[in-house]
Nanobody, 127 residues
Framework: EVQLVESGGGLVQAGGSLRLSCAAS????????IGWFRQAPGKTREGVSC????????YLADSVKDRFTVSIDKARNTVYLQMNNLKPEDTAVYYC????????????????????WGQGTQVTVSS
């Protein structure tokens, strides 16, 4: 069974940076996609990023594309979300999701495309 472990969340002041990690294990597939999603109180889950093992297949939501970057370490099955210039509106629980044999779509980052989930990591940005 696929297991996802997120880490790197915490409390940071506006303008600061955090790097989230999503480590995946428990599978044998060498082709997959991992997305980052976030959910703030009173809001629906929002797609933040998607990256797959396919070359150059990665996307960021418009709301974060100028501040965040996403990368993958295929050897360690780990995806990183580097978050710079954080804003209070970035405050949310951040979840990573996994789907095997899948590549990210230019049309959007959708939670229903993922079939395994981590427990989430809290990101709080103070003003």
């Amino acid at each position: 069974e696929v297991q996802l472990v997120e880490s790197g969340g915490g409390l940071v002041q506006a303008g600061g940076s955090l790097r989230l990690s999503c480590a995946a294990s428990g599978f044998t597939a060498d082709a997959y996609a991992i997305g980052w999603f976030r959910q703030a109180p009173g809001k629906t889950r929002e797609g933040v990023s998607c990256i797959s093992t396919d070359v150059d297949n990665k996307y960021l939501a418009d709301s974060v594309k100028d501040r965040f970057t996403v990368s993958i370490d295929k050897a360690r099955n780990t995806v990183y979300l580097q978050m710079n210039n954080l804003k209070p509106e970035d405050t949310a629980v951040y979840y990573c999701g996994f789907r095997g044999h899948y590549y990210c779509s230019v049309y959007g980052i959708w939670d229903y495309n993922m079939n395994y989930w981590g427990q989430g990591t809290q990101v709080t940005v103070s003003s």
